[in-house]
Every structure is written in C-alpha cells, then in structure tokens.
C-alpha cells in the first residue's frame, strides 16, 4: 500500500498520511464492505487511491522540508517500471503492448500516478482534447482487448 | 447514457480521471444496481495488476503507533447499530503490530470476511488502574478476554539501569502471580499471553522492578512500581 502510495505522491511523508488515512476509513467502513461485491483487496486499494487522488487534486499542498521524502524517479522511468512490472502473460500487459507507447503512457500515468488530463497533455504538449480522445480511443481498444 | 459511454465513465472512474461529481454519480448508480457494481468491479481488476507493480516499501518507524492514536481518537461512524468497542479495535492493531504491512492488510481482509457486521459486540474488557506507594496513579492496564494487555504508563517511570519493568497478574488471587512479560523499553506496550483464563473483576495487577531479563525466580522480586485490582468497565 505504502509503495502505491509513494509512487502517486511521490513523497513518502505523504504516503504514509494516505495509507493512515487509507486505513482509518477501512476500520469505519468495514460494515459496509460487501464481500459479494468483490474482493477486499480491491476494495481496500479504491480506498487508498481514492485517498491519494484526492490529496493530489487538493490545491494547497504543504511543501516538504525534508528532501529525503521526495521521490525523485523520472517520470518515464515510473511509468517503464509499472509497465515492465507487469508479467508479460497478463492480458493487461498483452492489451497494454498493442496500443501505441504515447497513449499507453497516457493511460499508466493516469492510474499508476494519477495524473488528470490536463496534466498529461501539459506534459506531453498536447491540447487537452486530443489527449482525450486518444485516451478513450486506448481505452475502448484496452476493454475490448481485455474481455 | 448508452452503454458505450456508460463503460467510458466506469474507466474514468477507476483510472481516477472522472470529476469527484461523476465519481459519486456511478457510485449512486452502482449502489442501487448490482449488475453495474459488477461491471465495476470488473473493470477496477482488469486494472489491478498495476498495484502490485509499486515497489514495497517498509513500514517507517512510529506508524502504527500514530495509526493506533488515530483509531483511539477516530468517530465511530452513529448508523450502525452494532457497538464497536474502541479497546478492543486497539488490542487488535496492537497485536498486529510488527507484522508485515501485507499480513496487515490481508488482516483487514479477514476482519472485513469474517463478518465484522456479524461480530457479537465483545465482553467488556476489564481496566485496572495501578497506583504507587504514593497513592498516584501510575499506568492503566487494559486487558480483553484473551489476556491481551495494553499497559499504558501515565508517567515515566525511573528505571534503574541493569533492571526491567515486568507486569504481573494473579488469575487466581490465592495463587501464586504469573507473569505477563517485560516492558523492556520501559514504554507503554501491549503484552500477549497464552493458556490464562480471561481476566475478572478485582483481578490484581502489578508491575513490579526486575533484574534486566524478568525475575529469575519467575515471582516478583524488586520494588512494586504500581498496583491495583480490576474493574469492570461501564460501557
């Protein structure tokens, strides 16, 4: 949880308040939880990300005395290490490696870093609706790839 | 809204590119409609692997004691009608305490499948408040059904060097004292022990000063630091 955290904030100070966080809601909501739902696992990690996207959208951020928080990874290296961490037998790796390398980073940098639209198009200089659209026409290839 | 677009929103969603509003708007939707939940799910798991591409990290030192502070000062949430007992919560996390973050979560996991709803609201658990020689009170003892004790010093306590704090009980009270472990970092800790019957209603607690190791007589030996009997609480 901690990792998954870290990459996103990319600050481990931070990481640790989202998974803290992350687990006072677990132990409020457990009632809610519904096992016929789907797995506690995955719950447990909506939770968490959910938790981090909302610190990473949150405007004022406190900035970090301590340098050694920071996690300096180049973007591309996060992005090729999530994509190379993916066995190569699951469908999401195969669907992955089908589209073309901008819009399957568009796609990591989303989910893995939580990047919105406007950052991946601020990155990769592109106007914001034709990220979109690349996004969604990936995407749409990614689902029907999958199921 | 067609399926097609229906399907788009559920990626947004899961990626985390969905506006909060929209976030909450499937969420209504797929509260009310299990099939939608379904489809949901779906694809949170398709997108899942990536999860455990994140290298994992250690626990940094300190956190469960500030996620422990946490969950003693966080709301229970008023629609439940199940009690949820904070001491028991903390005995919990404290005995999951040093685990790997892994076991932790797969912990949850089976806190969350084991029924948690279902849970019969637990005994209360008995406190005891043990004073010194003074009259001060000294630490608060917290123990559950299965012995587990919180001890919490409510001063710091002088401990010589070369010696140990160790925590006594007497199940028995016209046995001998069995003891229930060392705070051997001279901090508040939460000791487990086996093979006890649960712990009762003017139960003596003491902790007493050993030599470093716990007493080699497996009796108390030093100077009683703190002592008192149990009480039941009003919850």
């Known amino acids: ?147 | 809204m067609t399926e097609r677009s229906l399907d788009m929103l559920i990626d947004e969603v899961v990626l985390g590119l969905a506006s909060d509003a929209d976030c909450a708007r499937l969420e209504r939707m797929a509260a009310a409609d299990p099939a939608l939940a379904a489809r949901l799910e779906r694809a949170r798991q398709r997108f899942a692997p990536l999860d455990d591409t994140a290298t994992p990290l250690p626990v940094p030192e300190g956190f469960w004691d500030r996620l422990s502070d946490r969950l003693d000062t966080a709301q229970i949430p008023p629609a439940p009608a199940e009690v949820v007992d904070l001491g028991e919560m903390r005995a919990r996390l404290a005995r999951w305490r040093g685990a790997a973050f892994g076991a932790v979560a797969a912990s949850l996991l089976m806190a969350c499948i084991a029924g948690w709803s279902l849970m019969v609201p637990p005994a209360p658990l008995v406190v005891t408040v043990l004073l010194d020689a003074d009259g001060d009170a000294v630490a608060l003892v917290e123990s559950a059904r299965d012995n587990t004790t919180r001890i919490t010093l409510l001063e710091q306590p002088e401990v010589p060097s070369g010696r140990v704090m160790q925590v006594w009980t007497k199940p028995d009270d016209a046995g001998p004292p069995v003891s229930l472990g060392l705070l051997a970092d001279g901090r508040s800790e939460t000791l487990t022990i086996r093979g006890l019957t649960a712990p009762a209603s003017q139960q003596l607690y003491e902790i007493t000063l050993e030599p470093a190791g716990g007493s080699p007589t497996n009796l108390p030996t030093g100077p009683i630091l703190g002592v008192g009997r149990a009480n039941d609480p009003v919850i």
């Open chain 1, 1 to 147: 949880m901690l990792g998954v955290a870290r990459r996103m904030l990319r600050r481990s100070d931070l990481a640790e308040d989202a998974v803290q966080d992350a687990l006072v809601l677990i132990w409020r909501r457990a009632a809610q939880f519904d096992p016929g739902r789907g797995s506690a696992r995955g719950w447990i990690y909506t939770i968490l990300r959910n938790r981090c996207l909302t610190m990473l959208r949150q405007e004022a951020r406190e900035v970090s005395t301590d340098a050694a928080d920071l996690d300096t990874t180049p973007l591309p290296e996060v992005l090729a290490q999530a994509h190379g961490g993916l066995e190569d037998a699951t469908g999401l790796r195969q669907c992955l490696d089908r589209l073309d390398a901008p819009t399957r980073d568009a796609i990591l940098a989303s989910y893995v870093m939580g990047h919105s639209h406007g950052e991946i198009a601020g990155r990769l200089d592109s106007p914001l609706g034709t990220v979109k659209a690349r996004m969604r026409r990936g995407l749409i290839k990614l689902r029907e790839c999958l199921s």
